[in-house]
């Protein structure tokens, strides 16, 4: 049914769960996986008299942001390789992850999108959002959302 599917993951503890739901689903169907991390841009900053800004503060952050990704895509791809289950990584950096979530998948041409679902109700679903949410509605690829 499904050969590829595009995995985002964030670190978090949903997320890690959700990439070990992922890999047995692929296990079971017979799919290959990419897990995706969206990883954030450098803050706009906005200048006054006095300012003072750091030249290299953007690279220390890019190279921070990298890292931690690379940390977390390497750690699912080990679970994934453990279970037997072909996978690859993929980042990218993008102010709107539901929108760098949806290219990726687009792009590595994926037949489904497994992602958690992080529950976010009330005043915090309202302020936050939830990118969950924001891939189910602008997708045209089918979304699975774990729980």
């Known amino acids: 049914m499904f050969k590829h599917i595009l995995v985002p993951t964030d670190g ?12 047995a689903f692929a296990r079971e169907t017979g799919a290959r996986l990419t897990f995706f991390c969206a990883e954030p841009a450098f803050p706009t900053m906005y200048y006054g008299v006095g300012a003072i800004f750091d030249a290299h503060a953007p690279a220390r952050f890019h190279e921070e942001v990298a890292s931690v990704a690379h940390d977390i895509l390497t750690a699912a791809a080990k679970l994934a390789g453990a279970a037997g289950v072909e996978c690859t990584t993929q ?20 037949d489904l999108i497994f992602m958690a679902s992080h529950g ?25 959302v774990y729980r």
């Open 12 to 23: 978090s503890p949903l997320s890690q769960a959700a990439v070990s739901q992922a890999i």
């Open 91 to 110: 980042a990218l950096t993008s102010d709107q992850p539901y929108a760098a979530i949806i290219a990726a998948a687009e792009r590595q041409a994926c």
């Open 120 to 144: 976010r109700r009330g005043i915090s679903g309202l302020l936050l959002g939830s990118e969950t949410h924001k891939v189910l509605t602008h997708s045209t690829i089918p979304v699975l």
